[in-house]
């Protein structure tokens, strides 16, 4: 049996954030599918069990339950040593960055993806605000990764996973990455970290159970 338990799903950059992680750190772990789509997370198994939020990733190891992919991401640093910081500053601007994925970039491309591609609603006036949000988020990665290899500097850390969550979903967001270059380079040397995976390839769960 795995040391880790992530129960996720392959459709969620959330999930992908830690599976990521949990897969680069070399951690004992295997990933359990949730039927998000068929109300899983809404069950009151799953709120009373795993998450009272009803929300994908939990991390269960043991008798230990963690939700919250920021959260489950810093208590993976402290296990494994790896992705994380070298003092207070470093500490301070992965949680800088990490606060502004959430808000900013996997907070508009989350749910413009799956209003687009997951749930097909086609363009409405939420959409066009999501990819307006988005893009500008963009634009000021693009011109951050102008000048830096990763999200606080020289080293991957988990900053770096969160940023990227919903970048590798490749055509599904409705945006060209190729109108920001410096984005896609820093894509690249995630995906030439040693043991990268795409997230369909990590976590279980694609195509949707319902697709033809």
Request: glycine letters at 8%; charged letters at 25%; hydrophobic letters at 40%.
């Amino acid at each position: 049996m795995a040391e880790y338990v992530l129960h996720c799903m392959a459709q969620s950059g959330h999930s992908y954030k830690v599976a990521l992680m949990l897969e680069l750190c070399g951690a004992n772990w295997e990933p359990h599918w949730v039927d998000f789509f068929n109300g899983e997370t809404r069950t009151e198994e799953f709120r009373s069990t795993l998450n009272e939020m009803g929300e994908v990733p939990v991390l269960v190891q043991g008798d230990s339950i963690l939700t919250q992919s920021a959260v489950i991401m810093d208590v993976l640093f402290e296990k494994f040593g790896k992705f994380g910081w070298d003092n207070d500053e470093e500490r301070r601007d992965i949680l800088r960055w990490t606060i502004f994925d959430n808000q900013k970039v996997s907070g508009m491309l989350g749910p413009l993806r799956f209003l687009r591609t997951l749930i097909k609603t086609g363009e409405t006036e939420v959409t066009k605000w999501l990819d307006g949000r988005a893009r500008a988020a963009l634009t000021i990665l693009d011109k951050h990764f102008s000048t830096n290899e990763f999200a606080i500097g020289s080293k991957p850390t988990s900053a770096d996973f969160s940023l990227c969550s919903y970048l590798f979903y490749e055509g599904e967001l409705g945006i060209d990455l190729n109108d920001y270059p410096n984005v896609i380079a820093w894509l690249e040397r995630i995906k030439s970290l040693p043991g990268w995976k795409h997230p369909y390839d990590l976590m279980p769960g694609h195509p949707m159970p319902d697709a033809s």
